[in-house]
Structures are given as C-alpha cells and as structure tokens.
T-cell receptor, first 115, second 114 residues
C-alpha cells in the first residue's frame, strides 16, 4: 500500500534552469496539495489541485511557478528560471476527500538546491 | 487570516521527562487542529488531530486537547523517549474553505537525550 511518492528526493539546479518536481498521490486519492518549507520555517501552502483542475493557487508565486495534475500520471510542480531563493523542501500531500475532516498524507519531499 | 504560533525550540529533555509544546491559533470559524511530526530527512506524519472544541486527540502516548476558550492545542506526553526526537508542527485546517488548506506553525525541534 504505497504512500505518497515524490521524485526526485534531491534536485540541484543552477540559476536560470528549470526544476520539475513530481508527486504521485496515494492510490485512489484525487486531491493533491503542494507546500514549500524554507529552512528553519514551517510549511507554507502553495496550491491545491484536483484531477485536471487547479482549485486554489493563492500560495504560489504568480511568475515562474506552475502546477498541474493531469488525468493520468503524477502531479507536477514546475519552477522556471530558478533563483537561489527557490532553494527549499517541497512537499506534496494527498487526500481522499477534500473536507477538513479528512487526513492529508505527506510525501518525503523534494529538496531543491539552487546554485 | 489564519495563523498558528508554537513555542520556539529547540527543546532538550532527558528520557522519561514530561513534554509540553505550546500551540495557539487564530482562525475564523471552527478549524480542525493537528499535530504533525517530522523525523530527520522525512516528510510529515500526522500524529493526532481534533475536529471540534473539547476533543482530545491522542496517539503513541501523545495527547492534545482542543481548547476553544484559550484558542490552544498544546501537545503533551508523560514520558518521552529518545525515539521521539523530531520536529513537531502544530497546524490548522479551516473547514469554512470547503477543502483542506492547512496552516502550519514554524515547528518545534525536540531532542531527547538518554
């Protein structure tokens, strides 16, 4: 019974390159959430997606960042033209239901380092 | 907006000591409250939760009670073990949103020494 899978676990990019982070939710979960954790800080909500739809992207920077959750395949968080300030751990979570009574299951995270 | 404030760490305790990590929140409406634990190099695991006032969440010897009057959700454990060393995050989910948009505190690092 696989949990949330994220890959890669560690990603190193140079300034100006693109970063693509993948998240496979728990089987049967159709709600995906992305969070960013800066060093020594808590997690900050970025975006909430259902299959093929972005529901809430209020926590995601408007430029350079995008997210998708296609009908088939993993959810992708894409960061274009990365800068040093993008260095962080990016966590994906999934849930079966969308309401506040349900539990979010977190993946192990992708640690992005921008040189 | 919603916010969660928890005590700063690190907290260093001897094995079998009593643990309290304070957490207070600000939210509109009646949120669900959570404690998550993060072990080194890993993602977050849900430790316990409470969905309404006066509920007590408990798991693995940890417990926390949803106190609406003081807007608090303090984490306690009667006797900590070395294996409890981790970072603990208090969090809330605003039910009024209709979906889980979780707000986290900054985390409290716990170190338990033998």
């Amino acid at each position: 019974n696989a949990g949330v899978m994220q890959n890669p676990r560690h990603l190193v990019r140079r300034r100006g390159q693109e970063a693509r982070l993948r998240c496979s939710p728990v089987k049967g979960h159709s709600h995906v959430y992305w969070y960013r954790q800066l060093p020594e800080e808590g997690l900050k909500f970025m975006v909430y997606l259902q299959k093929e739809n972005i529901i809430d992207e209020s926590g995601m920077p408007k430029e350079r960042f995008s997210a998708e959750f296609p009908k088939e395949g993993p959810s992708i968080l894409r960061i274009q033209q990365v800068v040093r300030g993008d260095s962080a751990a990016y966590f994906c979570a999934s849930s079966l239901k969308k309401d506040g009574q349900d539990t979010q299951y977190f993946g192990p995270g992708t640690r992005l380092t921008v040189l | 907006g919603n916010s969660v404030t928890q005590m700063e760490g690190p907290v260093t305790l001897s094995e079998e000591a009593f643990l309290t990590i304070n957490c207070t929140y600000t939210a509109t409406g009646y949120p669900s409250l959570f404690w998550y634990v993060q072990y080194p190099g890993e993602g977050l695991q849900l430790l316990l939760k409470a969905t309404k006032a006066d509920d007590k969440g408990s798991n693995k010897g940890f417990e926390a009670t949803y106190r609406k009057e003081t807007t608090s959700f303090h984490l306690e454990k009667g006797s900590v073990q070395v294996s409890d060393s981790a970072v603990y995050f208090c969090a809330l989910s605003d039910k009024a949103m209709g979906y889980q948009k979780v707000t986290f505190g900054t985390g409290t690092k716990l170190q338990v020494i033998p």
